[in-house]
């Protein structure tokens, strides 16, 4: 079935460090690709998406490309900051919005 | 702006007992959806449903019900709880236009 594989964590990093997380799915056929950010505490939000082959998702400074040759989707931030402490998921569509997720990875950012 | 409600946030149950998890949306989306979380694990699909009066087994529905008798509103029921369904339950809701939303979680606990 399809599946979602992201690296584990934690990732720790310094304050202003450049970020990647890898992610990778195994899907037939061209599915919506997302990643979700989880704050302590709190429900998942959306961080960014990618509808289609090559798109680039981005938003707050991260960023997200639809690879289908190498079915990657790798978030990268250039300069993190201690609020962006948080877990990461990456997520696939499997049909009607319903996701299908990685594992997730806990970001921790240090002063 | 409410967005996805879940009620209770948390919970604890004996073995053998039975609840109900209530989550209500006021976006009037047609799709909505429960997950649980188990520690260090993404967000496996429970249930899902595309409108009113029509719901679906996602990848883990044993132990599970669910009903949808009003685009509001999308309980989970579990009739004989069990320690394996000590996890965080989300609640989401999207459409055919727009991503899936979260709500904050419920924390269940069997003992």
């Known amino acids: 079935g399809d599946s979602v594989t992201q690296m584990e964590g934690p990732v720790t990093l310094s304050e202003e460090a450049f970020l990647t997380i890898n992610c990778t799915y195994t899907a037939t056929g061209y599915p919506s690709l997302f990643w979700y950010v989880q704050y302590p505490g709190e429900g998942l939000q959306l961080l960014l998406k990618?509808?289609?082959?090559?798109d680039k998702g981005s938003n707050k400074g991260f960023e997200a490309t639809y690879r289908k040759e190498t079915t990657s989707f790798h978030l990268e931030k250039g300069s993190v900051q201690v609020s962006d402490s948080a877990v990461y998921f990456c997520a696939q569509e499997r049909g009607r919005r319903a996701l299908t997720f990685g594992s997730g990875t806990r970001l921790q950012v240090q002063p | 702006n409410a967005g996805v409600t879940q009620t209770p946030k948390f919970r604890i149950l004996k073995i053998g007992q039975s609840m109900t998890l209530q989550c209500t949306q006021d976006m009037n989306h047609n799709y909505m959806y429960w997950y649980r979380q188990d520690p260090g694990m993404g967000l496996k699909l429970i249930y899902y449903s595309v409108g009113a009066g029509i719901t679906d087994k996602g990848e883990v529905p044993n132990g599970y019900n669910v009903s949808r008798s009003t685009t509001e509103d999308f309980p989970l029921r579990l009739e004989l709880a069990a320690p394996s369904q000590t996890s965080v339950y989300f609640c989401?809701?999207?459409?055919?236009?727009?991503?899936?939303?979260f709500g904050q979680g419920t924390r269940l606990t069997v003992v």
């Open positions: 990618a509808t289609k082959a090559d």
């Open positions: 989401a809701s999207g459409n055919r236009q727009t991503e899936a939303f």
